[in-house]
């Protein structure tokens, strides 16, 4: 099942704007990750939050953690059109029956035009 | 140090058949985990392999198997093909913890996978 879910599901925007994305949970997690990934190719790790931390950075990366709301966003400041690509949010989290897993969410489609 | 490589990138099978995906993890990543990528259910973990034994389990049948080496990289092999598992596989490998702390999952660095189709 999907424990992260990303709204929007796609959005585009024009060159040098910022993008916002936002992430929901549903239960207790060690840390929340985000991927990139381009057009089914393999996933990228961009920035991993703990869960006690609240916001972090990374360039023209900005995540922010809320965990009494369970949610999270990234923010892509100054976006370009390299930045074209999928966007998943991933929670590590106890999965029941003694297993661990990162779950993703199903993507956030970011186009950015020239 | 050379990433994640995935052997073969595609593949064509029939229903009924059976298949062989193969990881190779980064040098020194003894953690490997298997995901599978499919339009309609997303990204969702297959299994995570750590020192030759099987450590985490998703949600599939017994169809989907994995195995790992004493050398880090595995396999994961898919019996009696259906058509719905057309789909990307992705490995993942990762610097493990243990212990205690291998309940938590660290970053996970991708191969560009293998795009199985099933006819």
């Known amino acids: 099942s999907q424990q992260g879910e990303e709204d929007p599901q796609a959005l585009s925007i024009q060159e040098g704007e910022n993008a916002t994305m936002n992430c929901s949970y549903k239960t207790s997690i060690n840390n929340l990750q985000w991927y990139r990934q381009n057009s089914g190719r393999g996933l990228v790790h961009l920035i991993l939050?703990?869960?006690?931390?609240r916001e972090k950075h990374s360039g023209r990366l900005r995540v922010t953690l809320d965990t009494s709301k369970k949610s999270s966003s990234l923010l892509i400041t100054a976006s370009r059109a390299a930045d074209t690509a999928s966007y998943f949010c991933?929670?590590?989290?106890?999965?029941?029956?003694?297993?661990?897993?990162?779950?993703f969410g199903k993507g956030t489609k970011l186009s950015v035009i020239p | 140090k050379a990433g994640v490589t995935q052997t073969p990138r595609y593949l064509i099978k029939t229903r009924g058949q059976q298949v062989t995906l193969s990881c190779s993890p980064i040098?020194?990543?003894?953690?490997v985990s298997w995901y599978q990528q499919t339009p309609g259910q997303g990204l969702q973990f297959l299994f995570e392999y750590f020192s030759e034994t099987q450590r985490n389990k998703g949600n599939f049948p017994g169809r989907f198997s994995g195995r790992q080496f004493s050398n880090s990289r595995s396999e994961m092999n898919v019996s009696t093909l259906e058509l719905g598992d057309s789909a990307l596989y992705l490995c993942?490998?990762?610097?493990?913890?243990?212990?205690?702390?291998?309940?938590?999952?660290?970053?996970?660095?991708f191969g560009p996978g293998t795009r199985l189709t099933v006819l």
């Open positions: 991933a929670t590590d989290a106890y999965s029941g029956a003694g297993s661990y897993q990162l779950t």
């Open positions: 939050i703990r869960s006690n931390e």
């Open positions: 993942a490998s990762s610097s493990p913890r243990v212990g205690e702390s291998a309940r938590l999952r660290d970053t996970q660095y």
């Open positions: 040098s020194g990543h003894r953690s």
